[in-house]
């Protein structure tokens, strides 16, 4: 009995070897974009993106059904081109950078949906606080560039609720509603290349 657990230990771990991605992907950040926006005062939206981020990624496949990828933006880079609301998203009232300085995502799957349309679900961490979130994906396929590099591109899209993740601060209009909104539109554009 202990022979028989013993080997399927070993072909469980052969198995996960044998899965196990191997081609590393840096990001091209002169080619990639980290952005969000959210509505203000219910008529009109307000723009960002993080400045400074890092991407691991690791796909065998042509396809990337196989990708593995983890994500860290670092707040103190936020900029919605304005000094003083940056500050402001820093502070306590928003991200609260002194205790909680980095978002990071994790995947857990890339599943393809149809043509170059995939669903991408992982560990979203903000604030402190992790939740699971599924988001829309764009394959844009794999190339060789005019340099005799391989590159790969990536189009990540979606909502999620700030509220989620304990970003509760807000202020009501005289004329009634929010003057921020509750769901945040994600944009990320990655180009990555092969190592």
């Known amino acids: 009995m202990k022979k028989t657990i013993t080997t399927g230990i070993l072909a469980l771990a ?3 070897a044998a899965y196990a991605q191997n081609t590393k992907w840096n990001i091209d950040k002169s080619h990639s974009s980290i952005n969000f926006a959210v509505d203000h005062l219910v008529i009109s939206e307000t723009t960002g993106k993080f400045e ?8 065998d496949r042509t396809d990337f059904t196989d990708v593995v990828f983890d994500f860290t933006a670092q707040i103190k880079s936020v900029n919605t081109d304005d000094a003083k609301r940056d500050e402001h998203l820093k502070s306590a009232d928003f991200f609260d950078e002194k205790n909680y300085p980095v978002i990071t995502f994790k995947s857990k799957k890339f599943i393809k949906i149809k043509g170059n349309a995939y669903k991408v679900t992982g560990d979203l961490t903000m604030h402190g606080i992790t939740k699971t979130v599924t988001l829309s994906a764009k394959f844009g396929g794999i190339i060789k560039d005019p340099w005799g590099g391989t590159r790969a591109g990536l189009k990540v899209f979606g909502e999620i609720d700030r509220y989620d993740f304990g970003l509760k601060y807000n202020s009501v209009l005289e004329a009634g509603g929010l003057s921020i909104g509750q769901m945040i539109r994600i944009t990320c554009n990655i180009e990555l290349i092969k190592v």
């Open 14 to 16: 052969m198995f996960g």
């Open 52 to 59: 400074e981020y890092s991407v691991n990624t690791k796909s």
